[in-house]
């Protein structure tokens, strides 16, 4: 790849460069999915979790650069009190082109209002199944799924749409319901995109064998709808599928597994404790709140970045291609997604 603004760009030593921040706002969830989430988890204390000042500084380091885009997610970002003032604090760093959010959907029929006002561009919704009993106890709750939806239609409402729906497809479990998510898609005009189970669960039970993969997927909307790939963005967890009768709505799939998009990947996070993750599957994260709260400069909270960015780690598709068995990584909660 041709070196991008001379040697301002953030890039690892594979030749990928840094366009995408995700922010993890907080570990804490109202929610207890088991393949994100332990029984039993143990919460960062507060005093650990980086206040929003610190993530806006991260950020604007970032930015200049090359960071784009931000996502915010958790845990469950809109259990982060103020969380539209990050919101706001963040679309207002030079070079930020837009914010975005990955929500479970359970509070964010008070927040669209608030967030859409602050500045979100566009807000993802976990919603693992339609069926209300069987969404209850894939999240441990229980009598919300209703609130969720309510959620989506008051973000439509308010301009965060069109909503994505973000639905992770697990054998055994939700995986006969993909035609059903695949009509909602179709009807109301949201984007679906049905991820692969992956190595993340709170109860470490992962097995490939829960896996339902994208090709998988694919043929069974295929039987329903005629459907055509899209082109997919370079950088894009995701590869697209437009419906051929002319419905405005999409399907995606997140193949993280079968079919890993390592080779062009433009992401990096901050946990919430001030962890900087240049890769997902990656147990390796650099420290950033010691220097944050040490007095470090933002020349030196650079070098440090660029030193931990430069160490990504190659990518599961490494693992995949040398047939690798790929093992539990850790808790999604605590990294974000």
């Not at 804490?28 to 994100?36: A, I």
């Not at 692969?196 to 992962?206: A, I, N």
């Not at 097995?207 to 997927?217: C, F, Y």
């Amino acid at each position: 790849m041709t070196r991008e603004r001379g040697g301002e760009s953030l890039s690892d030593s594979y030749g990928r460069f840094a366009r995408k921040l995700r922010i993890s706002v907080t570990d804490r969830c109202n929610f207890r999915c088991d393949f994100c989430m332990p029984e039993k988890p143990v919460w960062l204390d507060q005093s650990e979790v980086l206040n929003f000042e610190e993530f806006a500084r991260v950020t604007g380091i970032l930015a200049k650069m090359g960071v784009r885009k931000v996502r915010l997610s958790g845990g469950e970002p809109l259990m982060r009190k103020d969380v539209e003032r990050l919101v706001r604090m963040l679309v207002r760093l030079k070079g930020i082109q837009s914010v975005a959010m990955t929500t479970n959907g359970a509070l964010l029929s008070q927040k669209a209002a608030s967030l859409k006002k602050n500045g979100l561009r566009e807000v993802t919704v976990s919603l693992h199944s339609l069926k209300p009993r069987l969404y209850d106890r894939i999240t441990g709750t229980e009598g919300v799924f209703w609130k969720v939806l309510e959620g989506v239609q008051e973000a439509e409402g308010v301009g965060l749409g069109p909503v994505k729906i973000n639905c992770v497809v697990t054998r055994g479990c939700n995986d006969g319901e993909v035609l059903d998510f695949a009509k909602m898609a179709h009807d109301t005009g949201r984007a679906v995109r049905f991820i692969e189970y992956m190595p993340f669960d709170g109860t470490k039970v992962w097995n490939d064998r829960l896996l339902v993969s994208g090709d998988e997927i694919l043929k069974s909307v295929s039987r329903e709808y005629a459907i055509e790939p899209m082109t997919r963005e370079r950088g894009s967890t995701s590869t697209s599928y437009r419906f051929l009768d002319g419905s405005g709505g999409s399907i995606a799939t997140i193949t993280s597994m079968s079919r890993p998009f390592c080779s062009d990947c433009d992401r990096i996070r901050l946990k919430a404790n001030g962890g900087l993750v240049p890769c997902l599957f990656s147990m390796a994260e650099y420290d950033m709140k010691h220097l944050l709260r040490g007095g470090a400069s933002d020349q030196e909270i650079e070098e440090a970045i660029r030193s931990a960015f430069s160490k990504k780690f190659e990518g599961v598709a490494s693992l995949v291609e040398n047939k690798v068995e790929v093992g539990h990584v850790q808790p999604m909660h605590s990294i974000g997604g």
